[in-house]
C-alpha cells in the first residue's frame, strides 16, 4: 500500500536555527515527489517536486533531497515568515493518485 | 493569470441540508480532485475526474457527489448523508499525465451550524 509519513507532527526553531524535515514514503514505483508549503486557512503552495533518487532542489532558504526511501526538505537560517505547515505528497507510477503525509507544522519564534 | 478558483471561501449548512462547494480552473487541465483536510489528518481524497463525464471514488467518497459536465468545473455536493461534514475542502487540477504538480485552488471551509 502507497503511504506516505512526516516527521515530526510540530517543530519550534529559534530564528537562525537550521533544522529538517522528514517525508517517508512507500510506493510501487515512484514517478514525483512533491513538497507544498500551506499557510492557515489558504490553499498548498508548490515548493518542489523531486524525481529520482539523488536529486536535490533548492530555493532560497529551503532544500529538498531525495532517497529511495524518504525526502529531507532542510531550512537553512529560517526567519519567521518560514512558519507555516509543510506537506509532502508521492505520485506512484501507472496513476493519477497523489498520497499525502500529515504535514509538519513549523514555528519559527524571532 | 491561470488558476483554480474555488467558492466561496466561508460555507455553513444546516441539518439535512445539501450544499454544493463550487470549483472552476482555466488551467486546460483534464483532471481535477477533491481532497477534505482535517487538523492533524493531512488531505484525503473524497473524489477525482480524469475526464469529462467521468469520476471515480477515493478515500472518504460516502456522504459526498460530484460530476464533470465541463472540463473547466468540477463541482462537489456535500450531502445531509455527511455527518460530519465540517472541514476545509481543497480543490485541485493536474494536466492528467505525466509528473507534473497538482494546482490547488484557495480552499473553502465548511462549517454546521
Known amino acids: 500500500e502507497d503511504q506516505v509519513t512526516q516527521s515530526p507532527e510540530a517543530l519550534r526553531l529559534q530564528e537562525g536555527e537550521s533544522s529538517s524535515l522528514n517525508c517517508s514514503y512507500t510506493?510501487?514505483?515512484?514517478?514525483?515527489l512533491f513538497w507544498y508549503r500551506q499557510d492557515p486557512g489558504k490553499g498548498p503552495e508548490f515548493l518542489f517536486t523531486?524525481?529520482?533518487a539523488g536529486e536535490e532542489k533548492e530555493k532560497e532558504r529551503l532544500k529538498a533531497t531525495l532517497t529511495k526511501k524518504e525526502s529531507f526538505l532542510h531550512i537553512t537560517a529560517p526567519k519567521p515568515e518560514d512558519s507555516a505547515t509543510y506537506l509532502c505528497?508521492?505520485?506512484?507510477?501507472?496513476?493519477?493518485?497523489?498520497?499525502f503525509g500529515t504535514g509538519t507544522s513549523l514555528t519559527v519564534i524571532p | 493569470d491561470g488558476g483554480i478558483t474555488q467558492s466561496p471561501k466561508y460555507l455553513f449548512r444546516k441539518e439535512g441540508q445539501n450544499v454544493t462547494l463550487s470549483c472552476e480552473q482555466n488551467l486546460n487541465h483534464d483532471a481535477m480532485y477533491w481532497y477534505r483536510q482535517d487538523p492533524g489528518q493531512g488531505l484525503r481524497l473524497i473524489y477525482y475526474s480524469q475526464i469529462v463525464n467521468d469520476f471515480q471514488k477515493g478515500d472518504i467518497a460516502e456522504g459526498y457527489s460530484v460530476s464533470r459536465e465541463k472540463k473547466e468545473s468540477f463541482p462537489l455536493t456535500v450531502t445531509s448523508a455527511q455527518k460530519n461534514p465540517t472541514a476545509f475542502y481543497l480543490c485541485a487540477s493536474h494536466r492528467g499525465w505525466g509528473n507534473e504538480k497538482l494546482f490547488f485552488g484557495s480552499g473553502t471551509q465548511l462549517s454546521v451550524l
Open positions: 505528497a508521492v505520485q506512484a507510477v501507472g496513476g493519477n493518485q497523489f498520497y
Open positions: 510506493v510501487s514505483g515512484l514517478r514525483g
Open positions: 523531486l524525481y529520482s
